[in-house]
């Protein structure tokens, strides 16, 4: 089956320390995307990528990098300089211009 | 800069009644798309339905239908017969179609309670 694949389900972090989560795709989709979530705030874009080996930051990027070195692949990494990285991340993907995306399951991040 | 806004952070509605969901957006741009995406307590994205900002009849899927007011930036949801099952979170959702970005721009959510 078709889908998008993130892990780990949750993660939890020491002050500190990098870490990355991984988005694995088989859809065929061009584009990939990170969005951080909090409660009361909705969805926030954190860094996008329309074709492989080029990507864009998205609003709130400080502290985040990424990776597109195949198409099927967009981890990202939570620097320790994000200064409050709990939250729930979201990856997903969409064609250039289908009309919306395609989203994984997620990944509960928990500093410790 | 493209902006959603959700002004009910939560609602209920009885089960087998109706109940509509706000949202407005913010843009300058005439080319663009709307969305309704559900989250269930397993926090799984689910695409509930889109409209195109070219197209003046409303969108529906099954029990959930839009009234999109382009004049008015409002893209309301309405869920009838609500069901158990309806009960999540709810996000509106922009994108515009013009420019080589075309990312998904979120409102803040209403969470929906479907009381029995």
């Known amino acids: 089956d078709g889908g998008i694949t993130q892990s780990p389900k949750y993660l939890f972090r020491k002050e500190g320390q990098n870490v990355t989560l991984s988005c694995e795709q088989n859809?065929?989709?061009?584009?990939m995307y990170w969005y951080r979530q909090d409660p009361g705030q909705g969805l926030r874009l954190i860094y996008y990528s329309q074709i492989v080996n080029d990507f864009q930051k998205g609003d709130i990027a400080e502290g985040y990098s990424v990776s597109r070195e195949k198409k099927e692949s967009f981890p990202l990494t939570v620097t320790s300089a994000q200064k409050n990285p709990t939250a729930f991340y979201l990856c997903a993907t969409s064609y250039t211009r289908d009309y919306g995306y395609t989203f994984g399951s997620g990944t509960r991040l928990t500093v410790v | 800069a493209q902006t959603v806004t959700q002004s009910q952070p939560e609602m209920s509605v009885q089960e087998a009644e109706t109940v509509t969901l706000s949202c407005t957006y913010d843009?300058?741009?005439?080319?663009?798309?709307l969305f309704w995406y559900k989250q269930p307590p397993s926090r799984q994205m689910i695409l509930v339905i889109r409209?195109?900002?070219?197209?003046?009849q409303n969108a529906t899927e099954n029990r959930f239908s839009v009234n999109f007011q382009k004049a008015a930036k409002s893209f309301s949801l309405k869920i009838s017969d609500s069901q158990l099952g309806d009960a999540a979170m709810y996000f509106c959702a922009y994108r515009r179609e013009s420019g080589s970005a075309r990312q998904l721009t979120f409102g803040s959510g209403t969470q929906l309670t479907v009381l029995p």
């Open positions: 859809l065929n989709h061009d584009a």
């Open positions: 409209q195109e900002a070219y197209k003046q």
């Open positions: 843009t300058s741009e005439s080319d663009y798309y």
